[in-house]
């Protein structure tokens, strides 16, 4: 057994208090030995005027998306969509999903990420990314079956089915998987029941993206005369351990749908507020019951991978929705970002203790604007940046060092992403 002891900082416990700790962590198996008074261990991680977290958990995105981070801006979901997005990924190699994913990877590495679920396609280079990073992710090939015909709209949901079953449980245990109809407007009803039917088959969840705009809220309601998530509910989409996206127009009746149901919320507020979709009743979920957790989304519309600045935007953006300064509180945002994504996708993670999975971050607080450290949760809520970070370890192993990204060349990467997003754009 190689152990690895991170000491001299501090460390943010369970119930949210921060106590002065050494993280010993067993790295053959990947697991919190002790925290407190610990003993020496084999190597050692400097945490000296840092604070100790639990990794994030970014529960929702489309990390390969990194390579249209600016490609089209300003724009409403669908036309952004049809019109710049889905032209560009049109165009998209395997390749370049890898070279967009590592990209992705690097940048959540970096701002103290170490578990994600994605949606995407060539999912075979996400693992492969994944694997070799040594990141721990929830991945799925996106189900989108408007503007097929039937044998081609099938195909793409035996496609995800395939995914879902092949990488279940790869990387050590490392990688999970879920059957990943798009939304509820772009699957067909006999695709969305095929694929529900098939995820209960593999044994895998479902993710899909639910109220996220009122463009998709009006035909649901004016095609059926009930709303998306009672449409959901009807095709057997509603269970535990399934996840949607969004759920920014949801409404009380799908609260408590919801609450009844333990189906996970991922809230994700940059992209929200950046597509005007709208904002979503997060106090209200979490007053229910409902289980939150926290996505940036893909790069294109946040326009980043840093899960912080997620945090702030949750805070402020719950306020709002709200009309209550009380609302959607620091400690509230820190745990949906990391004991809350983490059950909300269904992953060990997000709670330092023993026994729990070793994916930590350790931040740095010897910086202007982290000082005077009052509060160490509010400032993770309201000030720590993404670019604080120190050191990121995942399942034991350290992927970052004093910022030094180990298991992948970021330099590399960012080049080679670079040449890539180029070469697509030219080509869309
Ligand atoms: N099999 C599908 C791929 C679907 S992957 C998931 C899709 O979600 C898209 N996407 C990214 N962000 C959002 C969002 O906020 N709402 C809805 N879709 C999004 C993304 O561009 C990607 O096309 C195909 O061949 O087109
Ligand atoms: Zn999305």
Same mark, same amino acid.
């Given at each position: 057994?190689?152990?690895?002891?991170?000491?001299?900082?501090?460390?943010?416990?369970?119930?949210?208090?921060?106590?002065?700790?050494?993280?010993?962590?067993?790295?053959?198996? =990947?697991?919190?030995?002790?925290?407190?008074?610990?003993?020496?261990?084999?190597?050692?991680?400097?945490?000296?005027?840092?604070?100790?977290?639990?990794?994030?958990?970014?529960?929702?995105?489309?990390?390969?998306?990194?390579?249209?981070?600016?490609?089209?801006?300003? *724009?409403?979901?669908?036309?952004?969509?049809?019109?710049?997005?889905?032209? +560009?990924?049109?165009?998209?190699?395997?390749?370049?999903?890898?070279? !967009?994913?590592?990209?992705?990877?690097?940048?959540?590495?970096?701002?103290?990420?170490?578990?994600?679920?994605?949606?995407?396609?060539?999912?075979?280079?996400?693992?492969?990314?994944?694997?070799?990073?040594?990141?721990?992710?929830?991945?799925?090939?996106?189900?989108?079956?408007?503007?097929?015909?039937?044998?081609?709209?099938?195909?793409?949901?035996?496609?995800?089915?395939?995914?879902?079953?092949?990488?279940?449980?790869?990387?050590?245990?490392?990688?999970?998987?879920?059957?990943?109809?798009?939304?509820?407007?772009?699957?067909?009803?006999?695709?969305?029941?095929?694929?529900?039917?098939?995820?209960?088959?593999? =044994?895998?969840?479902?993710?899909?993206?639910?109220?996220?705009?009122?463009?998709?809220?009006?035909?649901?309601?004016?095609?059926?005369?009930?709303?998306?998530?009672?449409?959901?509910?009807?095709?057997?989409?509603?269970?535990?351990?399934?996840?949607?996206?969004?759920?920014?127009?949801?409404?009380?009746?799908?609260?408590?749908?919801? %609450?009844?149901? @333990?189906?996970?919320?991922?809230?994700?507020?940059?992209?929200?507020?950046?597509?005007?979709?709208?904002?979503?009743?997060?106090?209200?979920?979490?007053? +229910? =019951?409902?289980?939150?957790?926290?996505?940036?989304?893909?790069?294109?519309?946040?326009?980043?991978?840093?899960?912080?600045?997620?945090?702030?935007?949750?805070?402020?953006?719950?306020?709002?929705?709200?009309?209550?300064?009380?609302?959607?509180?620091?400690?509230?945002?820190?745990?949906?970002?990391?004991? =809350?994504?983490?059950?909300?996708?269904?992953?060990?993670? !997000?709670?330092?203790?023993? @026994?729990?999975?070793?994916?930590? %971050?350790?931040?740095?607080?010897? *910086?202007?604007?982290?000082?005077?450290?009052?509060?160490?949760?509010?400032?993770?809520?309201? %000030?720590?940046?993404?670019?604080?970070?120190?050191?990121?370890?995942?399942?034991?192993?350290?992927?970052?060092?004093?910022?030094?990204?180990?298991?992948?060349?970021?330099?590399?990467?960012?080049?080679? %992403?670079? *040449?890539?997003?180029?070469?697509?754009?030219?080509? +869309?």
């Amino acid at each position: 057994m190689t152990t690895l002891r991170i000491a001299g900082g501090r460390v943010l416990l369970p119930d949210m208090t921060v106590e002065r700790a050494d993280v010993l962590v067993d790295q053959a198996a =990947g697991e919190v030995l002790a925290v407190g008074g610990t003993d020496q261990g084999d190597e050692h991680l400097d945490a000296e005027g840092s604070l100790v977290i639990p990794g994030l958990v970014n529960a929702h995105g489309h990390a390969a998306m990194t390579l249209l981070r600016g490609y089209a801006d300003d *724009k409403p979901l669908g036309a952004w969509l049809q019109e710049d997005i889905w032209p +560009a990924e049109a165009e998209l190699t395997p390749e370049d999903v890898r070279a !967009g994913t590592e990209l992705g990877i690097v940048e959540m590495i970096k701002s103290g990420t170490t578990a994600f679920a994605d949606m995407y396609f060539e999912v075979e280079e996400v693992a492969a990314a994944v694997d070799s990073a040594g990141m721990r992710a929830r991945l799925g090939h996106g189900i989108v079956t408007v503007g097929k015909d039937e044998a081609a709209a099938r195909a793409d949901v035996e496609e995800s089915l395939a995914i879902a079953r092949e990488f279940d449980g790869e990387a050590e245990g490392r990688l999970s998987t879920a059957v990943m109809p798009h939304s509820l407007t772009t699957v067909s009803e006999e695709c969305l029941s095929m694929a529900v039917e098939g995820a209960r088959e593999v =044994g895998v969840p479902i993710h899909i993206h639910i109220n996220e705009t009122r463009d998709e809220v009006e035909p649901i309601v004016g095609e059926r005369g009930i709303r998306p998530l009672e449409y959901a509910d009807e095709l057997g989409l509603l269970e535990e351990e399934n996840f949607l996206a969004h759920g920014v127009h949801t409404d009380e009746r799908g609260i408590e749908l919801l %609450a009844k149901t @333990g189906m996970g919320v991922v809230h994700c507020p940059a992209s929200n507020m950046k597509l005007a979709s709208g904002m979503a009743p997060v106090q209200a979920m979490l007053d +229910a =019951g409902v289980s939150v957790g926290m996505g940036t989304d893909g790069a294109a519309s946040n326009n980043d991978l840093d899960l912080f600045g997620e945090l702030r935007d949750a805070a402020m953006i719950g306020k709002l929705a709200a009309d209550d300064a009380s609302a959607v509180p620091a400690e509230q945002v820190v745990e949906m970002a990391t004991a =809350g994504s983490a059950e909300a996708i269904g992953i060990d993670g !997000g709670r330092i203790e023993a @026994g729990a999975n070793a994916d930590l %971050a350790v931040i740095d607080f010897d *910086k202007p604007h982290l000082t005077p450290a009052h509060d160490p949760v509010s400032h993770l809520a309201y %000030a720590v940046r993404g670019s604080d970070v120190r050191h990121t370890i995942c399942d034991g192993e350290v992927l970052m060092r004093d910022r030094e990204v180990l298991t992948l060349d970021e330099k590399e990467v960012r080049e080679t %992403a670079e *040449k890539r997003a180029v070469e697509l754009v030219g080509r +869309a």
